[in-house]
């Protein structure tokens, strides 16, 4: 057999921009994969319970079932992605031995360890972890992350939470693009960051790996907006399975990803769709109800 | 001849045929609609999920420009996905599009799932030098018609191929900064 290389950087990174202007949605049995890869969506997350109903259900929230990610991953041509609890080494392992696609290091679920964050680059599989604002973006991709996501307020069906994301990571790369080169290492330091993700940064402009928005995303108009703001694509997580018609809602939601700046087109495909999800208004969350703070 | 590259921009990954494009000082320019097409000298439909890309080609209403665009024998180059749009594969089982400018059988993520995506560097007919080559879930040809010229073939698969003015590849130049594909592309056109 000839030379190949696995697990690489620009391997796992590479997948993540084949992913880009497109749907990564949440599902939790074959069905609604089917439904999903129908739709358009370029990638389906295997979850036991979609973000809004782990709210409801409470507990512990962990690794789906294996089962549960095999049917899904029988059920369809287009990527898997199964999400891990933050720090869980063994769900990870074991996501990876099943050969999903990519692992979400996940705030969704309970994690495993409130201090650690995973060794992604010790994997072959590639993972997409959270962020809130660059120094957090940085130091995923510091642990081996090779696809990041905006957090937001999963489960909400409210966007407000994914918009203070992006532009924080926005204004902070814009902030870094006007340092000199002498005052990097204090902004480094500030911001939590490895100080060569920081310099790679300033030089390129833009995060060195694809980054998505997630965490309330619940219309096509939701979509249009994260894409508007320089996402480079969609995960959504409760938005179109527990809308009133998710076959509807996965079709429109992955045409105004491609379409965002067509405005009489997002018009036309947000007409006759049935109702959202129905959302939760953040400030009525209490502080340990908030997703987005797991994650260190 | 100064001509302009179009990038098929409903999916996938298109700023890295756009740079790539950049770097070896050509006009570039995002299609995601059929008027977008007017004036091209070609067209790349990039790397992506290629059931996506089929649905969204559908939807914008691109598909018979596209024919068109091809009947023109305007140049067209399929990357990964790409080359599983681009060809006629007729064994497939779903409705999802195939547009059929190459005579061929595909075997979609036929090296495997993501664990199993990797790089090598591969002996591409026409380019003196071993090409950098990212397989990421790659498709492989299964088979050709006689028409069809092999470019390049990894583990006795065949990797890359041309027909005419259409020319597709499995894995992906855009992920490089090995341009030689590319040249080859562009070469095709200034015949």
Known sequence: MSKRTIGSERVKRGMAKMQKGGVIMDVVNAEQAKIAEAAGAVAVMALERVPSDIRKAGGVARMANPKIIEEVMNAVSIPVMAKARIGHISEARILESMGVDYIDESEVLTPADEEFHLLKSDYVVPFVCGCRDLGEALRRIGEGASMLRTKGEPGTGNIVEAVRHIRKVNSQISVLSTKSNDELMTFARDIGAPYELVKEVKELGKLPVVNFAAGGVATPADAALMMSLGADGVFVGSGIFKSESPEKFARAIVRATTNYEDYALLAEISKDLGEPMKGIEISHLQQDERMQERGW | ?191
Do not use: W
């Open chain 2, 1 to 191: 001849m100064a001509i302009t590259i179009g990038v098929l921009a409903v999916q996938g990954a298109v700023r890295e045929h756009l740079l790539a494009l950049k770097v070896l000082g050509v006009k570039a320019v995002s299609v995601k609609k059929a008027e977008d097409l007017e004036g091209l000298d070609g067209l790349i439909i990039p790397g992506g999920e290629s059931t996506a890309i089929g649905r969204l080609i559908r939807e914008q209403g691109l598909e018979d420009r596209l024919h068109s665009f091809h009947k023109e024998g305007k140049a067209i180059f399929g990357t990964c996905a790409g080359l599983i749009l681009c060809s006629t594969d007729k064994s497939h089982k779903t409705d999802d599009l195939r547009l059929g400018f190459i005579d061929m059988e595909v075997e979609r993520n036929g090296f495997g799932r993501q664990v199993a995506s990797f790089e090598t560097s591969l002996n591409f007919e026409g380019i003196d030098q071993e090409v950098e080559a990212v397989f990421i879930r790659a498709p492989y040809i299964q088979s050709v018609g006689p028409d069809v010229k092999v470019l390049a073939t990894f583990d006795g698969k065949i990797v890359a191929a041309e027909q005419d003015n259409v020319l597709v590849t499995a894995h992906h130049p855009e992920l490089t900064e090995d341009y030689a594909v590319l040249n080859y592309f562009l070469d095709k056109i200034g015949k």
